[in-house]
């Protein structure tokens, strides 16, 4: 009598098969669907930061990929775009600009959503609440001590300038992942609990 393990995935892309050439795919197509995200954007004539679907895709990348391959993949896309591709908001690379702060927010927040992801957070819609609440204020703590030294403003302004304006959009963006990632793991739970099982 032989005992089969049952591989249970820890993030939605576990439940892919392909080991490193799928690992290299995902973190490229989510720099690439952040690139993408970043182009819809809607320019504020008050703040230098526009309202955009970038973070959406930065949180969305982090718990569906986990903490490696969505870490990267925002590294990825932040080394890419300072080095010149036009892919941060408004066709931007580089560095020199105030909402810079948010970028390198990213890379740390998707982190830290794909560590919480993998213990099961995003499996209910309180628990992607929660997380996307949380990756939205590890961006925040970065991003808008940034533009407040960008453009010389203290931490006030720079938060009525960098937070004030985009909280409705973010209440916009959790409450879809709250729908997509729970919804995602539903239809995925039969063939993830069986994904990598060997064959008989």
């Known amino acids: 009598m032989t005992t089969q393990a049952v591989f249970r995935p820890r993030v939605l892309a576990d439940v892919i098969p392909g080991g490193i050439v799928r690992n290299v795919s995902l973190v490229l197509g989510a720099a690439a669907l952040t690139g993408a995200a970043a182009q819809i954007a809607l320019p504020l004539p008050f703040t230098p930061v526009p309202i955009s679907l970038a973070t959406f895709a930065v949180l969305l990348s982090g718990a569906a990929l986990g903490p490696l391959r969505g870490g990267l993949a925002m590294v990825l896309y932040l080394a890419a775009g300072?080095?010149?591709?036009?892919?941060?908001?408004?066709?931007?690379?580089?560095?020199?600009?105030?909402?810079?702060?948010?970028?390198?927010?990213?890379?740390?927040?998707?982190?830290?959503?794909?560590?919480?992801?993998?213990?099961?957070?995003?499996?209910?819609?309180?628990?992607?609440?929660?997380?996307?609440?949380?990756?939205?204020?590890?961006?925040?703590?970065?991003?808008?001590?940034?533009?407040?030294?960008?453009?010389?403003?203290?931490?006030?302004?720079?938060?009525?300038?960098?937070?004030?304006?985009?909280?409705?959009?973010?209440?916009?963006?959790?409450?879809?992942?709250?729908?997509?990632?729970?919804?995602?793991?539903?239809?995925?739970?039969?063939?993830?609990?069986?994904?990598?099982?060997?064959?008989?």
Request: proline content about 6%; aromatic content about 10%; charged content about 10%.
């Open 82 to 200: 300072v080095m010149g591709v036009p892919w941060f908001s408004d066709q931007n690379s580089g560095f020199g600009f105030p909402s810079f702060g948010y970028i390198i927010g990213f890379v740390l927040a998707a982190t830290l959503v794909g560590a919480l992801a993998q213990r099961g957070t995003d499996r209910s819609v309180g628990g992607v609440v929660w997380l996307m609440v949380l990756g939205n204020l590890v961006i925040y703590a970065v991003g808008v001590p940034y533009l407040a030294a960008s453009i010389g403003v203290d931490l006030p302004q720079a938060l009525a300038l960098g937070t004030l304006p985009f909280l409705i959009g973010d209440g916009l963006k959790i409450a879809l992942a709250a729908g997509l990632l729970p919804g995602a793991w539903r239809l995925v739970g039969g063939s993830g609990s069986e994904a990598g099982r060997p064959a008989r």
